[in-house]
């Protein structure tokens, strides 16, 4: 397995611990999607993607259905995609994406974190270079499937000539270019793969070596943030701990 694929599992294992959590924050990508794009998953394609997420995290499909309807609203709220970044403790650098619909209080949440770990908030783009920005893929396996000819093809659509094969789940993640994501996913539908989850992530390219102590003051901050429902990630340049690994 790849350092990217290596690194999301990890992060992951964190960042879907707490269900009814991971459902709000699919619920606001449902409610972007639909705004965007309509409510009627055959004509949107980022909501299919997002659909196949959600079954993937075993979202109920009644709440589902009831995401986009609320969607369809008039007083629905009106998320923005705002990330937010800075350095934690320990020089650990912190990226955090958010949907929110009131800027003027996310910023004080994440803040306020930030100042209770003896962090800086920086300014947008500061650390952007420390993470790379990734349209995430995961499908099924086909019968007969030549990944090499698949990659080459993907090539020019924006995607990485590395990709993870998932033995136990007998599937393909791979990693492109965001602006690319519906490019991406209109190739793989159109030639017949099952698309199981479609993501965005940041994978760092510089991870840090810490000790126990400092990694539990990090995960704490990590926490901290994760509890504000406009967070949706919260990336880290901190290695994976060797379990997390394995």
């Not at 350092?3 to 606001?28: C, D, N, P, V």
């Amino acid at each position: 397995m790849g350092r990217a694929f290596e690194y999301r599992k990890a992060t992951k294992l964190k960042r879907w611990g707490h269900m009814a959590r991971t459902f709000t924050k699919l619920g606001k990508e449902i409610a972007i999607a639909v705004k965007a794009g309509g409510p009627e998953p055959e004509n949107n394609p980022r909501l299919r993607a997002i659909i196949a997420t959600c079954k993937r995290e075993n979202m109920p499909k009644d709440n589902i259905q009831r995401a986009i309807k609320n969607a369809m609203g008039k007083d629905q709220s009106d998320y923005k995609e705002v990330p937010y970044e800075g350095y934690g403790p320990h020089g650990i650098a912190v990226f955090v994406d958010t949907l929110t619909d009131n800027t003027t209080r996310t910023v004080a949440d994440v803040r306020s974190v930030f100042n209770k770990f003896n962090g800086n908030l920086g300014t947008q783009g500061s650390l952007a270079f420390l993470f790379d920005h990734k349209a995430v893929f995961t499908f099924k396996k086909k019968e007969g499937l030549d990944m090499e000819e698949l990659i080459l093809d993907l090539i020019d659509y924006g995607v990485d000539d590395e990709y993870d094969e998932d033995d136990e789940e007998d599937e393909i993640t791979i990693y492109g270019e965001p602006t690319r994501f519906g490019d991406i996913q209109k190739h793989l539908e159109d030639n017949g793969f099952e698309i199981t989850s479609a993501e965005f992530t940041r994978i760092p390219n510089d991870l840090k070596d810490v000790t126990p102590e400092q990694r539990e003051t990090i995960d704490k901050m990590v926490e901290k943030l994760e509890d504000f429902d406009d967070v949706q990630n919260v990336y880290t340049n901190m290695k994976p701990a060797a379990d997390e690994e394995a």
